[in-house]
């Protein structure tokens, strides 16, 4: 774990706009969560920094997010773990979950296509990854075409993440998705 931690906060530091950065790991609900907390920019993206090392650190298993804070220093040396606690729970910092099962898969790689993205988890929130009322009426389509159920935009908003709108497609009785082939070049 000490090597995924110094290999993040390598990655945090090389990035542009990060003036600081270190790594921690936490245990939140039975499960180890590594968090890259960095301080910057006000401009930096957590989403962007998160998919960056994600791809430059492939193959890892363990939820991992971004916190921006403002002063490093004031989160102690190490890091409060019940500060990475309070982040999470709050959503100040969102790890990156891999979608299960088929109908989150799915749904992830329809948000992918929707939204221009290279991946999204299974807790990332609709807005927060750049979505719109235009995005959000392409998604609605697809999904009944793909899963032959019809939601309006008010249970859209409401299921915001891959995780909480796989949990309301199956509730309104929607099927296993059809494939639907990628578009040239897509």
Known sequence: MNDLLNRLTGLLEAVEGVSAATAACVSHHDRDIVVGIVQGEPELDEMELRDHVLTELDGVDTPLGIWSVPD?????????A???????????????????????????????RVLGLRRVGA??????????????TRILVSLEEDFHVALDVRQFMEASSIRDLARTVVEEGGQEPTVRPEPAGG
């Open 82 to 112: 019940g500060q990475l606690l309070t982040a999470i729970d709050q959503e100040w910092c969102v790890p990156f979950e891999k979608p299960d099962g088929p109908v989150e898969q799915s749904l992830a790689a329809l948000w992918c």
């Open 72 to 80: 490093l220093r004031q989160l102690g040396e190490p890091v409060d």
């Open 123 to 136: 807790r990332d929130d609709f807005l927060d990854l750049g979505g719109d009322s235009i995005s959000a």
